[in-house]
């Protein structure tokens, strides 16, 4: 699901400007030509960001923003003033009625599209400063079979945390040889591991890292693979849990797409992992590896809960059945990902995994409600009074569950 922003203007060259430069970089804009009826829209549905003018009829742009900051649903979203006014005191008035941000008219499309991005960025690790959930949880996909759906997981898993709690979310690609999570969601790969390289690890800061982070315009942070291969052998361990421990300071949720091996950086990651996820296929190749590493789990000393085997269905018939597999494995298959070929080739062609670009498939269902049985217990036991759809869409899922389970 797109970001969604509101723009409140009574003048409709304004709104068809701004709402140009928004939609052509996959912003989904809602327009209202006044107060009133921006009033209304947010009863609807709520907006990550709203740009309002400041001189409109009825109620005017500072009015309506302090409205806005006293309605619950939009108290914490970013509030753009945008005006033909550049008095120091407007703008002033701007910022006291709880604006974060002021542009004057006439503006420049790129202006407005980088103030924009910054707006979104900084609440979204403002959020977290200010909240005492700071502990993020790091979730790890690590096989040693590839080409079994590790990636797709990892995307979409972490696409789906963000979907159901709206916190930063951070999608680290650590699989240095070939990683293609960034691919996987259509993001240039201008910055990744590679601007770590030669960095001490002590030198590293939550400033450079927020650098390197790329943003995805679903609200999702990533940490792309290197582009080019033989950076893989110059990143250490040390540099790699540093930039881990920075992270879960300031992200909710830290998902890691490992590489199938056993490196030094890719046990720093299993080693303070909270979960891991272990995705097998079902043939005798793929079973075979994930007891190797089932093994090493155990000799490692992992926990044996933290650890979920996820059979993933990467073609369409005749598998190893799940009741041999488990029988094999001596362990139970936690969750089952059915065959479906078109919707993720579509992610790997597009750069659009299904939890963001198709809201309502089976396929997207199951991500959300996967990534909630992985979600902190205290996000579960304490869900905000404003649900996102997606987690209404979990919530409804469980409760139709529970009914059926009641009636047989
Ligand atoms: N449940 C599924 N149904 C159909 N196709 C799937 C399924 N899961 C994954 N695939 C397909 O399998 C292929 C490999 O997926 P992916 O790249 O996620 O695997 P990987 O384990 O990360 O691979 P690599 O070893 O290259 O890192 C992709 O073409 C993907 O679309
Ligand atoms: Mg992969």
């Known amino acids: 699901m797109s970001v969604r922003i509101l723009v409140v203007d009574d003048s409709v060259t304004t709104r068809k400007l701004v ?19 921006a009033l209304q829209l947010v009863e609807e549905s709520t907006p990550d960001l709203a740009i309002l003018d400041v001189v409109m ?10 409205r806005l900051r006293n309605n619950e649903a939009t108290e914490r979203i970013p509030i753009m003033m945008l005006t033909s006014l550049d008095e120091l005191d407007e703008k002033l008035k701007a910022f006291e009625v709880g604006a974060d941000d002021f542009l004057p008219k006439p503006f420049e499309p790129a202006e407005l599209r980088a103030h924009v ?32 759906g590790s990636s797709t997981l990892a995307v979409n898993l972490a696409a789906a945390l963000y979907q159901l709690w709206r916190m930063p979310v951070v999608l680290v690609d650590l699989s240095l040889w070939n990683g293609q999570a960034a691919v996987m969601l259509n993001l ?4 990744s591991w590679s601007d770590f390289v030669d960095i001490p690890a002590e030198q590293i800061d939550a400033t450079m890292l927020d650098q390197v982070l790329l943003s995805h315009d679903s609200g999702l942070r990533v ?29 909710a949720y830290v998902v890691v797409d490992l590489p199938h091996d056993f490196q030094d950086t890719t046990l720093s990651v299993l080693d303070k992992a909270q979960n891991i996820l272990l995705p097998l296929a079902p043939e005798l190749v793929s079973v075979r590896a994930a007891a190797t590493c089932l093994n090493v789990y155990r000799q490692l000393g992992y926990s044996k809960d933290a650890v979920h085997l996820v059979l993933n269905w990467t073609f ?19 969750l089952v990902f059915p065959f479906v070929k078109d919707e993720l080739v579509s992610a790997l062609t597009l750069g659009k995994p299904p939890v963001l ?8 269902s199951l991500f959300e409600d996967v990534a909630y049985f992985l979600s902190k217990d205290e996000h579960k036991q304490n869900p905000p009074d404003v649900k996102t759809p997606s987690l209404l869409g979990v919530m409804e899922r469980m409760e139709a569950r529970r009914r059926k389970r009641v009636r047989v």
Do not use: M, W
């Open 19 to 37: 709402s140009a430069a928004l939609s052509s970089e996959g912003y989904e804009v809602l327009e209202a030509k006044s107060g009133e009826e």
């Open 57 to 66: 009829p009825g109620i005017d742009g500072y009015e309506l923003c302090r």
């Open 117 to 148: 991005k910054v707006l979104l960025r900084r609440v979204l690790t403002s959020f977290v400063r200010s909240g005492d959930d700071v502990h993020g949880k790091i979730i790890a996909i690590h096989s040693l079979r590839g080409g079994i």
């Open 188 to 191: 240039s790969i201008r910055n």
């Open 223 to 251: 940490l792309a693979a290197p582009p080019t291969p033989e950076v893989a052998e110059l990143l250490s361990a040390d540099v790699v849990q540093k930039v881990l421990s920075l992270l879960t300071e300031q992200y």
């Open 316 to 334: 369409e018939r005749r598998g190893v059945p799940r009741k041999d597999i488990e029988r094999a494995l001596k362990r139970n298959i936690s």
């Open 357 to 364: 670009y198709s809201p309502n498939s089976a396929i997207t």
